[in-house]
């Protein structure tokens, strides 16, 4: 509906350039919005504010000769000119009536494939395998995967990479480790990798020959050396079976597949470097070659230097990240590339990006954007941390997810069986952590809080989950299947209004989602309309309507409310139950 309008609007402003109201060179942005207030109607716009000025015209004169030359159709039923010069929307019933029905009988819920399909690269979680992931690894996987999915419901051919960090000098220490242990203490061993980091860590740092041993050792593995590189491959085995393990259990749609580890860009480095110099960009510095960019300054207003390769020959995390723009590019085919990564390393990407482009290793029209977000934090404001102090592994905090959501159902459901009771606490214990992270911001710190989690109240998974439930207990009641109903929608209660007005506006939300890459505008939505769905079941009897089409019309509402809550939370990657 919103595109439908958009292009009404861009039709008026035609035929205004063509009567000569309206200079021809102008393309304004028609920006429409949802009004809070429902009296202003179902849709704003502004256009009549922004194009006063440049048309010389008085904003609501403009107003009205823009409603007057809106062509003809059957999708807007009534305007007003509000204020200064804003025009209101209301869309017409007939309209509102047909979306609801494309929606129940559309396998996509009504969502509008995009305009044009892309290849697009998503570059998600991402860990060093040097440890075991924790929780500051959350945000990404969960994040990155739900705009994964999104993405490719709207039609995108999605191509995921995971660039794990593999080659940094800690590996020198690791596998110095390694060589001391051996056989079946080796294996136990590297059944924990956050303490054998530590083991290996205290010996790094206790004695200088195991030091000197690690140092040896990195500069073997990145020459080559054959048993040196099987031992480290021994070790990324383990830590990427303990990330596939974290995967399986956040249904993070990650494989082995997707892994393009920072070792596998190794040999493409030398070239990277050797172009920079050709296209005359590097500088030495120190003995360190770098790149400056005047786009980025520091406070002294001097040019930061991207350092591409250091003075004793090693290349760096840029260099690396050099390669993987023209791999992505040339070999993936990528016409956008999307990088979830913390926000700490924006300066980082928008170095990156702009060299790639002045070094021609990317196309102009390749679009390349960072996804930023904030950190975890515990509820004392700091980062998240374990009771003993240390950082939480993934795995623990899945472990004790699913633990707490246990002692919630075995007290909200009694009557169920242990395993049932246990199949519904792995379900709502991994949503909860997923949904606390996908409704925040995605730019802002958050808390994170068990007991708002794992609420029944508010915008949490337990909430959400608890409601399709609900929605679902009405055919079982009713011994109709959701998808078997006749008879039209019929929209008379306010109740049912409010319902279809959000109803409809599923198609809008998963596309903006997708183009700010913020699942918490899918959230927020998912929880307007479990509570549109609540109010409307307050008030409307479903299986007590008096008559047979009201019956019908409501329990249809109530099915595509079912359809839209599953739909949108698998978009986020959220599993539903049938039962809680
Ligand atoms: N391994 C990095 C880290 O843990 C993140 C990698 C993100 N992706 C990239 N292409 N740089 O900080």
């Given at each position: 509906m919103k595109e439908q309008l958009e292009q009404l609007?861009?039709?008026?402003?035609?035929?205004?350039?063509?009567?000569?109201?309206?200079?021809?060179?102008?393309?304004?942005?028609?920006?429409?919005?949802?009004?809070?207030?429902?009296?202003?109607?179902?849709?704003?716009?502004?256009?009549?504010?922004?194009?006063?000025?440049?048309?010389?015209?008085?904003?609501?004169?403009?107003?009205?000769?823009?409603?007057?030359?809106?062509?003809?159709?059957?999708?807007v039923a009534e305007?007003?000119?509000?204020?200064?010069?804003?025009?209101?929307?209301?869309?017409?019933?007939?309209?509102?009536?047909?979306?609801?029905?494309?929606?129940?009988?559309?396998?996509?819920?009504?969502?509008?494939?995009?305009?044009?399909?892309?290849?697009?690269?998503?570059?998600?979680?991402?860990?060093?395998?040097?440890?075991?992931?924790?929780?500051?690894?959350?945000?990404?996987?969960?994040?990155?995967?739900?705009?994964?999915?999104?993405?490719?419901?709207?039609?995108?051919?999605?191509?995921?990479?995971?660039?794990?960090?593999?080659w940094g000098t800690q590996f020198g220490m690791l596998l110095a480790h390694m060589e001391e242990l051996e056989g079946s203490e080796l294996e136990l061993e590297l059944s924990n990798l956050e303490t054998f980091y530590k083991a290996a860590k205290k010996r790094f740092d206790e004695s200088p020959e195991f030091a000197n041993r690690a140092r040896e050792l990195v500069v073997a593995l990145q020459s080559g050396d054959a048993k040196c590189r099987a031992l480290w491959q021994q070790f990324i085995d383990v830590s990427l079976s303990h990330c596939q393990e974290v995967y399986d259990r956040l249904g993070v749609q990650l494989t082995r597949a997707d892994v393009m580890a920072e070792s596998a860009y190794n040999d493409d480095l030398a070239q990277v470097v050797a172009d920079l110099r050709a296209q005359g960009l590097l500088v030495e510095d120190q003995g360190a070659q770098?790149?400056?960019?005047?786009?980025?300054?520091?406070?002294?207003g001097e040019a930061l230097p991207v350092i591409v390769q250091k003075s004793d020959g090693g290349y760096l995390y840029a260099t690396t990240d050099l390669a993987a723009v023209r791999y992505r590019q040339n070999e993936l085919g990528g016409d956008h590339l999307m990088y979830f990564v913390d926000q700490r390393q924006g300066l980082h990407f928008q170095q990156i990006f702009t060299l790639a482009r002045k070094a021609g290793f990317a196309r102009p029209d390749l679009q390349m954007d960072h996804y930023g977000f904030g950190t975890v934090m515990g509820k004392d404001g700091r980062p998240y941390k374990s009771r003993d102090g240390g950082v939480t592994k993934l795995a623990d905090l899945l472990d004790q997810a699913e633990a707490r959501a246990l002692a919630l159902v075995q007290d909200k459901n009694p009557s169920l069986s242990a395993a049932e009771q246990a199949e519904i606490?792995?379900?709502?214990?991994?949503?909860?952590?997923?949904?606390?992270?996908?409704?925040?911001?995605?730019?802002?710190?958050?808390?994170?809080?068990?007991?708002?989690?794992?609420?029944?109240?508010?915008?949490?998974?337990?909430?959400?989950l608890y409601a399709y439930t609900r929605v679902m207990s009405v055919f079982a009641k009713a011994g109709v299947e959701p998808t078997a109903i006749t008879g039209g929608f019929i929209i008379e209660d306010e109740r049912e209004q409010a319902l279809a007005n959000v109803l409809v506006r599923f198609n809008e939300v998963v596309h903006s989602v997708a183009n700010k890459a913020m699942p918490h505008f899918l959230c927020g939505y998912l929880f307007e309309l479990a509570g549109a769905f609540s109010s409307f079941y307050e008030a409307c009897p479903i299986l007590q309507a008096e008559q047979a089409e009201v019956q019908q019309s409501r329990l249809k509402l109530a099915a595509l409310t079912a359809k839209t809550l599953q739909q949108g939370l698998q978009l986020l990657g959220i599993q539903t139950l049938d039962k809680m």
């Open positions: 609007l861009a039709a008026a402003v035609a035929t205004l350039k063509q009567q000569g109201s309206l200079p021809a060179e102008l393309e304004p942005r028609i920006q429409l919005d949802r009004p809070r207030d429902k009296s202003h109607g179902d849709f704003a716009t502004n256009l009549a504010l922004m194009l006063a000025k440049p048309a010389g015209m008085n904003p609501r004169a403009l107003a009205e000769a823009l409603i007057a030359a809106l062509p003809s159709n059957n999708l305007t007003t000119i509000a204020g200064p010069g804003f025009i209101n929307f209301v869309v017409s019933q007939q309209q509102l009536l047909q979306q609801l029905e494309h929606a129940y009988q559309d396998a996509k819920v009504g969502v509008e494939p995009a305009e044009q399909a892309k290849r697009i690269v998503i570059d998600y979680s991402s860990p060093n395998l040097a440890k075991e992931m924790h929780v500051g690894h959350l945000r990404s996987a969960i994040i990155g995967d739900a705009v994964a999915r999104i993405e490719e419901f709207l039609g995108h051919t999605v191509i995921r990479q995971n660039h794990v960090g593999d770098c790149v400056f960019l005047d786009e980025f300054k520091n406070k002294d606490a792995k379900v709502v214990g991994i949503s909860s952590v997923k949904y606390a992270d996908l409704s925040k911001n995605r730019t802002s710190d958050y808390i994170f809080d068990w007991d708002t989690m794992l609420s029944f109240e508010g915008n949490t998974a337990p909430y959400l």
